[in-house]
């Protein structure tokens, strides 16, 4: 009975360890007092969740002080698939980006993804995602389903990278999914929904 109560305590302390912006995913949008609405996510790296109506929440992560921001829905994009009877899968959007702002944000993601532990996501109750945001380009990695794990690190995000590259046109917008998980990673404007599972 007792280690019943000491499993319950260490779980729910492990629970409160997670950062807060795990707890958005759960269908209510943050106070207003904590978030600034744009309509367009400033460059930078953040942790982020979509929403099923396109809504984005997405807290900065490289600067001291962590900034939330949200942006309402944008269009869908059509997307044709590239991956034939491979365990891998592409996908390509058609939609060509700014080749700068593709170069800078996938370099913001290979920092991070260098970094000791590379990029290790948990989501909450729905996707969530890293993402890095340049010149109206995001390049990002994906854990796409709720209540799931996942860690990509630099060899990770080079290998997704060179996927889209052999299977899309370049510096167009794309993901890579590896088979049997949630993980993908991606490139799309930055204003476009992704990461919804």
Known sequence: MHSSRFVLALAAAF???IPSIHALPSGDLPSPSNFETVTVIPDGAYEAFT?????????SIDTIEKRTYVRHVAPQVKQRSAGGLE???V???NQPLDHTG?????NCLRNRANQ???IDLRSGAGPYYYTCISSAVQVYYCVNAGN???NANLVDVNYGLSQMDSHCAAYDASYFQWDGTVEIVGKAKA???ICQG
């Open 148 to 150: 799931s794990w996942g």
């Open 87 to 89: 365990k891998r899968f």
């Open 91 to 93: 996908s390509c959007w």
């Open 15 to 17: 629970f409160t360890a």
């Open 102 to 106: 593709v170069d800078r944000a996938a």
């Open 51 to 59: 929403y099923p109506n396109g809504t984005v929440v997405a807290t």
């Open 116 to 118: 000791a532990g590379g």
């Open 191 to 193: 204003d476009t929904p």
